[in-house]
């Protein structure tokens, strides 16, 4: 099967940087959509940033300008660069892809999600 593993949170001051990596493995024959969504206690999930085969690339209007996302293809891997963080955007960070094995069918896959706390 798939798996996507996320790493690289953790607890940041205002105004500081993180990156977020997450690594999908296993039975992988082409990765098309990638993305990162996040969810404050509370509120319900959101798309933050999302990379779409081809190098095209969408952001929520909160983090535009400060959040970076890229993939690396080699690797199969996306990261997510954070910058200017804000104490709002404290959130558990999801990893999502889209994913075909060798059947050729897609199906998305999530990552176990990581903690990201920005402090005031």
């Known amino acids: 099967q798939v798996q996507l593993v996320e790493s690289g949170g953790g607890l940041v001051q205002a105004g500081g940087s993180l990156r977020l990596s997450c690594a999908a493995s296993?039975?992988?024959?082409?990765?098309?959509?990638m993305a990162w969504y996040r969810q404050a206690p509370g509120k319900q999930r959101e798309l933050v940033a999302v990379?779409?085969?081809?190098?095209?690339?969408n952001y929520a209007d909160s983090v535009k300008g400060r959040f970076t996302i890229s993939r690396d293809n080699a690797k199969n891997t996306v990261y997510l660069q954070m910058s200017s963080l804000k104490p709002e955007d404290t959130a558990v960070y999801y990893c999502?892809?889209?994913?075909?094995?060798?059947?050729?069918?897609?199906?998305?896959?999530w990552g176990q999600g990581t903690q990201v706390t920005v402090s005031s």
């Open positions: 990379d779409i085969t081809g190098g095209r690339t």
């Open positions: 999502n892809a889209e994913i075909s094995g060798y059947s050729r069918v897609y199906n998305a896959y």
């Open positions: 296993g039975n992988i024959f082409s990765i098309n959509r």
